[in-house]
């Protein structure tokens, strides 16, 4: 199975922003990504960029480029992902100082994770936590 053995992620949370560029500033400075990779279109859009966060990454790019995603994606609803952080009230204190929307702050979960909640600036949900599920192999 692809990313097993090669320290690679296998799965990649994919989304599209209006203001892509204003997606990977916020993204990086209030939500603490790396990024890895930006390419712009023609016309200045984010064609694609790839951030990373631990051990995992997410790919993102702008709205209204025409292609085959960009029209899949058209009428889907907002996106929410869940990364796993060390410190959620660092992370929680970085976010707010960057102005990002708050929805939970810093919350005990019943289930021994340490939560937080977020919402971007297109309305994409970001949840970080404690909480890390084993995979098996």
């Given at each position: 199975?692809?990313?097993?053995?090669?320290?690679?992620?296998?799965?990649?949370?994919?989304?599209?922003?209006?203001?892509?560029?204003?997606?990977?500033?916020?993204?990086?400075?209030?939500?603490?990504?790396?990024?890895?990779?930006?390419?712009?279109?023609?016309?200045?859009?984010?064609?694609?960029?790839?951030?990373?966060?631990?051990?995992?990454?997410?790919?993102?790019?702008?709205?209204?480029?025409?292609?085959?995603?960009?029209?899949a994606m058209k009428n889907a609803g907002p996106t929410g992902v869940y990364i796993v952080?060390?410190?959620?009230?660092?992370?929680?204190?970085?976010?707010?100082?960057?102005?990002?929307?708050?929805?939970?702050?810093?919350?005990?979960?019943?289930?021994?994770?340490?939560?937080?909640?977020?919402?971007?600036?297109?309305?994409?949900i970001w949840s970080f936590g404690t909480y890390a599920p084993e995979i098996g192999a």
């Open positions: 199975m692809a990313g097993t053995d090669t320290g690679r992620p296998s799965i990649y949370p994919t989304l599209l922003y209006k203001d892509a560029k204003e997606a990977v500033r916020q993204l990086t400075q209030a939500f603490g990504f790396t990024e890895l990779a930006v390419y712009e279109g023609e016309n200045g859009t984010v064609a694609h960029a790839e951030l990373a966060q631990g051990n995992g990454a997410i790919m993102l790019g702008s709205k209204g480029t025409g292609g085959r995603f960009d029209e952080v060390d410190d959620v009230d660092a992370h929680h204190r970085r976010a707010v100082e960057h102005g990002a929307e708050i929805l939970m702050p810093p919350t005990d979960q019943d289930y021994g994770s340490r939560d937080y909640m977020a919402r971007d600036l297109e309305g994409n």
